[in-house]
T-cell receptor, first 114, second 119 residues
Framework: DQQVKQNSPSLSVQEGRISILNCDYT??????FLWYKKYPAEGPTFLIS?????DKNEDGRFTVFLNKSAKHLSLHIVPSQPGDSAVYFC?????????????FGKGTLLTVNP | GAGVSQSPRYKVAKRGQDVALRCDPI?????LFWYQQALGQGPEFLTY????????KSGLPSDRFFAERPEGSVSTLKIQRTQQEDSAVYLC?????????????????FGPGTRLTVL
């Protein structure tokens, strides 16, 4: 039973446009969420995070939105660049037990076309 | 080095062989994690160390999997009598502090992984 779901295996956008990657979760105890980016043959790289006490966190071109009632978060990349092409993983942690333990989604492959 | 390193990067083993995968975390990082990433899946938690103490091994799939971090720095993940279902990328991550929190310094930094193929 997947607790973190990324229902879109892939997404293709044009350079300069907005990329929106979505993530849903089922465990209401999750209260810290992260996005990681992964290039081929490399490990995941931390991108941005958000605590459940917030509904938005912004870092440069990257913004994460959290909708707790819908158990949904999204990552917005504006403007998208070809170098953003990678697999993006959504992850969550449960502070009630052990908040170091990350639960990952399956990832979404983003392709930004020049 | 500046990041987490893992060796070997690729390992091919015959079914039944034992393998050992090494992780060098970022210097000074207290916490170290091992994850298993099967093809088409996200990373799945295997085990966690705080310094040399293995505090959580709940994700290890069987008693054929064993991890150690004897001096609180380098860690080794050992898989005995490998099976085909063990084929995956094994990722190591380290973090400065125990718990996740705001700010990049508290996040988990991943190595490039070791791709294990069991024939």
């Amino acid at each position: 039973d997947q607790q973190v779901k990324q229902n879109s295996p892939s997404l293709s956008v044009q350079e300069g446009r907005i990329s929106i990657l979505n993530c849903d979760y089922t465990n209401s105890m999750f209260d810290y969420f992260l996005w990681y980016k992964k290039y081929p043959a490399e490990g995941p790289t931390f991108l941005i995070s958000i605590s459940s006490i917030k509904d938005k966190n912004e870092d440069g071109r990257f913004t994460v939105f959290l909708n707790k009632s819908a158990k949904h978060l999204s990552l917005h990349i504006v403007p998208s660049q070809p170098g953003d092409s990678a697999v993006y993983f959504c992850a969550a942690s449960d502070p009630g037990g052990s908040n170091y333990k990350l639960t990952f989604g399956k990832g979404t492959l983003l392709t930004v076309n020049p | 080095g500046a990041g987490v390193s893992q060796s070997p990067r690729y390992k091919v083993a015959k079914r039944g062989q034992d393998v050992a995968l090494r992780c060098d975390p970022i210097s000074g990082h207290v916490s170290l994690f091992w994850y298993q990433q099967a093809l088409g899946q996200g990373p799945e938690f295997l085990t966690y160390f705080q310094n040399e103490a293995q505090l959580d091994k709940s994700g290890l799939p069987s008693d054929r999997f064993f991890a150690e971090r004897p001096e609180g720095s380098v860690s080794t993940l050992k898989i005995q009598r490998t099976q085909q279902e063990d084929s995956a990328v094994y990722l190591c991550a380290s973090s400065l502090n125990l718990h996740l929190g705001s700010g990049k310094n508290n996040e988990q930094f991943f190595g490039p992984g070791t791709r294990l193929t069991v024939l």
